[in-house]
C-alpha cells in the first residue's frame, strides 16, 4: 500500500537527522534515552554528586532506614548498609562500574557473536560444522561454571570479569546471527548482489548483517542486565569486584542477608539495575525500529 | 446456468477503512468504498480486479475475519445472509458459520496447510468441529472426500503430511476441507494463481462440478478475467474499492460497456496476434475503448542472425543421498540444447518442475553444470577460471520472478543501483554514478525522487523496474527473465512487457525470457523452448508452436490456457 507522501523535498534530509526524526517518534525509546543519558551523567560526575564518599563507613549510623521512614535520616537518603555506608551515594559510584561491565561485556559478546554466527550463516559446511559445535559445548556448560573457569585461567580482577562474561554470553549472538543470515542468505536480493560480482566481505557485512540486526539489538539489551548480574556473583564468589568497591550487583549480593530486617538494603540496587535494563531495552527498541526503512513511512 | 431466485447473500454497500498509523485515529484509507452486489443460490459470482482492488477484503468481510486492530466496517455496511446481518453477529454465531454454511479456499495451498498434521487429520478437524462426528465415521467421511475431489488411492493420501503432496494435490485437500461440510457458500480466493496452467483447468473443471453437484453457490476472487469466463454466472469487476462492472458472465464478456474491464481484457498479450505495443490501462482511462493496436511486430528468426550464445547439450543433474552408499541422481535438466542470437527472444516454456530455472541459473554459473557447453561468443563459459569469468558475468544478468525479495530492503534505490557500478569500478567519481543511476532511472521509466527511497515505498510493477534497472547497470549482453512479470497484476505485467521491449530496441539485447505463462512467452519470444521434467519436447519459432505444435505435451499446454480473452477479443475487434 502506498501511503501518501505529504511534501516530496527535493533534497532529503542527512541520514542521522532522518534517523533522529525516527527514533522521537517512539516516546519509550526517548524515556530510555533519557534514563540512559541520566545514568551516564551520573557516572561521569559522581564526584560531585554523591553526598558522602563510596567507601566511608559512619559507625553511628548502621542500618539507618531511608530518610521518609522513622528512624531515617536526612543525610542518607537511601538509607545506610550494615557497615554504615550512603546507599545512594555507592549506587552513583557503581553507576560507573555496572554500566562499563554492560557494556563492555556485551558488545564483546555481540562483536564476536554476531562474526561467528556470519561465517558459519555464510560458509556452512565445515566452518558452521566447526563453530556451531563450538558454540553447542560452551552453552552446555553452566554459564556461572564457564565463568568462573575463564576468570581461573585469567586471574581475578573487574577486567577479567568482563572478558569471562563475553565469552558467556557469546554463543547466543553466534546462534542468532547464524538463524538470521540463513534466512536472508536464500533470498533473491543476496543472489542478485552476488551476480554484480559482490565478494563475500560485501555480502555478508553489506547486503546480509544490516538485515539480521532486529533480534540482534533486542538480545544485546536483554543481555546487559544479565552481564551485570552475572559480575555480581562472580563478585560473591570474590572473583569479582571486591568490598568496599560500589558495585550494583555486588551491592545486591552481599546484603541477601538483611532482605527480612532491612528492605532497604536489597531493594535500591535492584531498582536501578532493573530501571537501567529497561532503559536500554526501550533504547534498542526504538533504535530497531528507527533503523528499519520499512517501518518508515 | 442457474435459475435466478432469492439471493443467498447480499452484500450492501459494504465500506471498510482501515488505519495506516496506529497512533493517528484519522489516518484512515478507504479500502472498499460502498460495494454492493447479491451472490444467488446455486451460482458462481466471479469477483474480479487487480491487487488493491478490495476484492479480498470484501471476502474477509463476510467471513469476519478483518483484523479488528486496524479495519472498521463503516455503519450502513450490510452483509446479509439467512436474513441476518453478518456484520452484527456475535463471534460465537460467526464462528459456527465458518467452515460450515460459510468457507473458504486460499491462494497458497502450502501456507493454508498445517505442515505438522497430516491431511486427513486436518480435514477430520472441521468435521468433528461442525457435525459431530466419531472418529471412525470422520474418517470414512475423510476418504469419500478425499475421492471426490479427485485425489488418487484417498485412503493412503489421507495419512500423509502436506509436503509429500503436489501444489494441485494440496489445492484438492483445501477444497475437501471447504466442503467437508457441505457449506451453502465457497470462496474461493484466487484459488489457482498459484497453480501450473494444466492443474489449474483440472481445478477449475473440479470447482465447476462440485458446484453443481452440491448446489452450493461459489464466490470466485480473481485477478484473471480469462480464468472466469469458463465458471462464472455472474461477474462483478472491481477497482480501487469500488465496483465498475456488474453483469451476466455473457453480458461482460460479450458488451463490456467499462473501460476498466475492457482495458482488463485487451492488457493480456493476445494469442492469435501480436501487436508492437500492450494496451496499458491508461490508455483506457480517458474514457473511451481504443481499437486494439494493429501494427504487428514480426518474430521469428530466418536463420542468419549473428548467435551471441549457444548452449549444447546442457545438462544439470542433483544427487541425493540414498542408503549408506548410494546416490540417485536427479536429472534437472538435460541434452538443452539452444542458440540464442544478437537482439532476440528465447522464450522458454514448462510447468513448475520442468528445468526452465535450473537452465537459467546454471547458464550463470549459479549451478555447476553437469555436462555440456554454453559457447558465449565461442569462448565456453563453463571452462572459464572464476577470474575470467567474473569479466562475463556481467555480461549475463538475471531479473528475478519476486521483486519483493530481490531487492536489498535496507539500501535506497540509489544504494542499489549503484552497488553494480561501485563493484566494478564503473564511473569512477560518485558524482559520476549518481548521474549514471538518474540515468537508469530514467529508462526505466521512474522518477529521479526514486533515488533516495526504499524499495517497500514502490509497488510490485515499479519494484520489478528497478530490478530491470539493476541489471542494466553492467550493460549486459543477455538479459534472463526467470518469470519476470509472473507475480505482477495484469496491467502492470502490459507496462514492464513494454518496457522490456523497448529497451531490447535500444540495446539490442537478448533475452532468456522463462515463464510458465504462454501467452507472455508467445508474445515476447523469437524462439520457443518448450520443457517437461527436465527436457525439451519441441524447439521452434513461436508462431510455428502455436499454429501447428507437434509434441503432445505442447497440445496440452496450448488447450489448457482460458480461451475467454480471445472470445471478447475477437468481438470488440470484430466491433
Known amino acids: 500500500m502506498n501511503a501518501p507522501h505529504p511534501a516530496e523535498k527535493s533534497e532529503p534530509p542527512h541520514p542521522l537527522l532522518e534517523l533522529w526524526r525516527y527514533f522521537c517518534m517512539n516516546r519509550g525509546a526517548l524515556a530510555g534515552l533519557g534514563i540512559v543519558c541520566l545514568l551516564l551523567f551520573l557516572a561521569a560526575f559522581a564526584e560531585t554528586i554523591a553526598p558522602h564518599a563510596a567507601a566511608e563507613q559512619y559507625r553511628d549510623a548502621i542500618l539507618l532506614p531511608p530518610a521518609w521512614q522513622e528512624g531515617g535520616s536526612s543525610r542518607f537518603i537511601l538509607g545506610t548498609d550494615p557497615v554504615g555506608r550512603d546507599i545512594l551515594s555507592r549506587l552513583i559510584y557503581g553507576t560507573r562500574l555496572s554500566l562499563l561491565i554492560g557494556i563492555v561485556s556485551v558488545s564483546l559478546s555481540l562483536g564476536i557473536g554476531t562474526v561467528l554466527g556470519l561465517l558459519a550463516g555464510y560458509f556452512r559446511g565445515v566452518t558452521e560444522i566447526a563453530i556451531m559445535r563450538l558454540m553447542d559445548v560452551m552453552l552446555a556448560l553452566p554459564s556461572l561454571l564457564l565463568a568462573v573457569a575463564v576468570v581461573a585461567i585469567l586471574g581475578p580482577g573487574l577486567i577479567n570479569v568482563m572478558y569471562a562474561i563475553g565469552i558467556v554470553l557469546l554463543p547466543h549472538y553466534a546462534r542468532l546471527t547464524r538463524a538470521a543470515v540463513i534466512g536472508e542468505m536464500s533470498k533473491d536480493y543476496v543472489l542478485a548482489s552476488r551476480l554484480a560480482g559482490a565478494g563475500p566481505l560485501r555480502l555478508m557485512f553489506d547486503c546480509v548483517l544490516p538485515n539480521c540486526t532486529a533480534p540482534l539489538i533486542v538480545q544485546a539489551t536483554l543481555g546487559f542486565s544479565a552481564a551485570i548480574l552475572d559480575a555480581a556473583a562472580l563478585g560473591f564468589l570474590g572473583l569479582g569486584a571486591q568490598p568496599p568497591t560500589p558495585e550494583w550487583g555486588a551491592m545486591l549480593a552481599s546484603a541477601l542477608e538483611f532482605i527480612q530486617s532491612a528492605w532497604w538494603v536489597v531493594t535500591f540496587p535492584g531498582l536501578v539495575i532493573l530501571l537501567s535494563v529497561l532503559a536500554f531495552n526501550l533504547l534498542g527498541d526504538g533504535l530497531r525500529d528507527a533503523l528499519d526503512p520499512k517501518l518508515k513511512l | ?182 457449506p451453502r457458500l465457497l470462496i474461493a480466493d484466487e484459488p489457482t494463481t498459484a497453480l501450473d496452467v494444466t492443474i ?157 530455472t535450473t537452465v537459467g541459473l546454471t547458464l550463470m554459473r549459479l549451478h555447476e553444470a553437469t555436462t555440456g557447453e554454453a559457447l558465449f561468443e565461442g569462448r565456453d563459459l563453463f571452462l572459464m577460471s572464476k577470474a ?70 514502490f509497488s510490485g510493477g515499479q519494484r520489478q523496474r528497478i530490478a530491470i534497472a539493476r541489471c542494466l547497470t553492467m550493460k549486459p549482453d543477455i538479459l534472463i527473465c526467470d518469470e519476470s512479470v509472473s507475480a505482477l497484476d495484469v496491467s502492470v505485467q502490459a507496462q514492464v512487457l513494454n518496457l522490456l521491449q523497448d529497451l ?47 509434441h503432445p505435451y505442447t497440445q496440452r499446454l496450448l488447450n489448457a490456457i482460458p480461451k475467454a480473452g480471445e472470445r471478447i477479443r475477437g468481438k470488440i475487434s470484430a466491433n
Open chain 2, 504 to 550: 531490447q530496441d535500444e540495446f539490442s539485447l537478448s533475452y532468456i525470457f522463462i515463464s510458465h505463462d504462454l501467452a507472455v512467452v508467445k508474445y515476447m519470444s523469437d524462439q520457443v523452448l518448450v520443457m517437461n521434467q527436465g527436457e525439451v519436447v519441441e524447439y521452434a519459432n513461436s508462431d510455428e508452436i502455436y499454429l501447428r505444435p507437434q
Open chain 2, 200 to 356: 489449474q483447468k483440472q481445478i477449475l473443471e473440479l470447482l465447476a462440478a462440485l458446484q453443481d453437484k452440491h448446489r452450493m453457490s461459489v464466490l470466485f476472487i480473481t485477478h484473471d478475467l480469462a480464468v472466469v469466463g469458463e465458471i462464472a454466472d455472474h461477474v462483478v469487476v472491481m477497482r480501487d474499492g469500488e465496483i465498475r462492472e456488474r453483469g451476466t458472465n455473457e453480458a461482460v464478456f460479450s458488451n463490456p460497456h467499462d473501460t476498466y474491464t475492457c482495458a482488463l481484457l485487451q492488457c493480456r498479450p493476445p494469442l492469435d496476434s501480436r501487436p508492437r505495443r500492450l494496451a496499458v490501462i491508461e490508455d483506457f482511462m480517458d474514457g473511451n475503448c481504443p481499437a486494439p493496436e494493429t501494427e504487428v511486430s514480426k518474430r521469428g528468426l530466418s536463420g542468419s542472425e549473428p548467435v551471441i550464445l549457444e548452449v549444447r547439450n546442457l545438462g544439470k543433474s542433483f544427487y541425493t543421498r540414498e542408503g549408506l552408499f548410494g546416490n540417485r541422481e536427479f536429472k534437472a535438466a538435460h541434452g538443452v540444447s539452444f542458440k540464442l542470437p544478437r537482439g532476440k527472444t528465447l522464450g522458454v516454456v514448462g510447468e513448475s518442475g520442468s528445468g526452465k
Open chain 2, 1 to 182: 446456468m442457474a435459475v435466478e431466485s432469492k439471493p443467498l447473500l447480499s452484500v450492501h454497500d459494504l465500506r471498510v477503512n482501515f488505519r495506516l498509523d496506529k497512533h493517528d485515529k484519522n489516518s484512515g484509507f478507504a479500502a472498499v468504498k460502498g460495494v454492493s452486489f447479491e451472490i444467488p443460490e446455486n451460482s458462481t459470482v466471479a469477483l474480479v480486479g487487480e491487487s488493491g482492488s478490495g476484492k479480498s477484503v470484501t471476502a474477509l468481510a463476510i467471513l469476519g475475519l478483518l483484523p479488528p486492530e486496524n479495519a472498521t466496517v463503516l455503519p450502513g455496511s450490510q452483509i446479509l445472509y439467512g436474513g441476518r446481518n453478518l456484520l452484527e453477529l456475535p463471534k460465537s454465531a460467526l464462528r459456527s458459520l465458518r467452515g460450515k454454511d460459510i468457507s473458504m479456499i486460499f491462494q497458497e495451498p502450502m501456507s493454508s496447510l498445517n505442515p505438522v498434521f497430516t491431511v486427513g487429520y486436518q480435514i477430520a478437524e472441521v468435521l468433528r468441529l461442525h457435525m459431530d462426528l466419531t472418529p471412525r465415521q470422520a474418517q470414512t467421511r475423510v476418504v469419500e472426500l478425499l475421492n471426490e475431489v479427485g485425489i488418487p488411492d484417498p485412503a493412503a493420501k489421507s495419512i500423509a503430511y502436506p509436503f509429500q503432496l503436489s501444489g494441485g494435490q494440496q489445492q484438492r485437500v483445501m477444497i475437501a476441507m471447504a466442503i467437508a461440510c457441505n
Open chain 2, 388 to 457: 575470467e569469468f567474473k569479466n562475463y558475468k556481467r555480461r549475463i544478468q538475471i531479473v528475478f520472478q519476486n521483486p519483493y525479495a530481490s531487492l536489498n530492503p535496507r539500501f535506497t534505490v540509489g544504494q542499489i543501483l549503484s552497488e553494480p557500478l561501485l563493484i566494478h569500478g564503473i564511473g569512477g567519481s560518485d558524482a559520476k554514478r549518481t548521474r549514471l543511476v538518474n540515468e537508469l532511472l530514467e529508462h526505466v521509466g521512474l522518477p529521479q525522487v526514486s533515488y533516495h527511497k526504499y524499495p517497500h515505498e
